[in-house]
């Protein structure tokens, strides 16, 4: 992302990754000149902690950079549970659960088998049984294991009603590779979308009448977050019909198949343009 920056003309600066070193965001911008005027700036990385989020967006603001989502909405976007209450017609059902003692009532309410994640990021990438529990026992040792990863969870367990994606290929660790769309909107205009997962895939192929669903979708989960710079995927179930399944700050979102000078090439405008 930041190579297609540069290609575009953009101006890339390079900051530490965490305060470790530097001590605070001040210190971790200071080879940033300050801006005559307010212009628009993109963070492009690891999600990082909430209150590093903050303390970069205030030492850039100072620095006549304004982020393009303030540190509220980028908690909107990232933590489920704030987009959840926006986003319940268009996705399925979900419980927030903060300790094992909920485990119980979430399974009595949604029933088995039920899908985990965090607050903001799910560990799909470990495999199925890292993310779908069938009874009380695998619920209570999943959720007290996702309670300890710190940046995924942020304290916060999502138990989802397990849906069936249609899908046509299995990833490595076994976890199903669903009909997935990735769409980039900023100020609840597509920039770009794109399949989720890499190689060739049939499913990847939209026709119009599918395309026009899954862009109107991403748009509606757009206009009732009201979060300027979000990434949103919409997923086809084996029923036909399409959900809302993710949502994500869009600073931090993998660009999945869609190529990076392109959607920069979108973002470049917003980049140049005051705000």
Same mark, same amino acid.
């Given at each position: ?13 390079? !900051?530490?990754?965490? %305060? ?14 300050? %801006? ?10 690891? !999600? ?7 303390? $970069? ?7 006549? $950079? ?16 704030? %987009? ?36 903001? #990021? ?90 026009? #669903? ?28 399409? !959900? ?25 405008? !917003? ?5």
């Amino acid at each position: 992302m930041t190579e297609a920056a540069e290609l575009l003309g953009c101006k890339v600066y390079y !900051i530490l990754r965490d %305060f470790e070193r530097c001590g605070n965001a001040e210190n971790a911008l200071w080879h940033i000149p300050k %801006f005559a005027k307010d212009t628009a700036g993109i963070w492009v990385g690891y !999600i990082s902690e909430l209150e590093r989020y903050e303390a $970069i967006y205030q030492a850039a603001l100072a620095k006549g $950079i304004k982020l393009l989502n303030t540190p509220l909405e980028h908690r909107t976007a990232l933590e489920f549970d704030l %987009f959840y209450p926006h986003l319940k017609e268009l996705t399925r059902e979900s419980v927030i659960i903060t300790s094992t003692n909920e485990c119980i009532q979430a399974g009595k309410l949604l029933g088995y088998p039920v899908f985990l994640k965090g607050a903001v #990021q799910s560990q799909k990438q470990q495999g199925w049984e890292s993310c779908v529990t069938n009874n009380q026992e695998e619920l209570m040792r999943l959720t007290a294991w996702l309670l300890k990863l710190k940046y995924g969870s942020r304290g916060k367990v999502i138990v989802r009603k397990l849906v069936k994606l249609r899908h046509q290929r299995l990833a490595p660790n076994g976890f199903p590779m669903g009909r997935e769309f990735r769409c980039f909107i900023y100020n609840r205009q597509i920039l770009k979308y794109g399949y989720y997962w890499d190689g060739k895939d049939d499913l990847s192929q939209l026709s119009k009448d599918e395309e026009k #669903q899954v862009l109107n979708l991403a748009i509606l989960a757009a206009e009732r977050l009201r979060v300027p710079y979000v990434a949103i995927d919409i997923g086809q179930l084996e029923s036909g019909e399409w !959900i809302a399944i993710e949502i994500a700050d869009a600073q931090f979102a993998g660009v999945c198949q869609i190529p990076a000078l392109e959607l920069w090439n979108k973002l470049k405008d !917003i980049y140049r343009n005051p705000v």
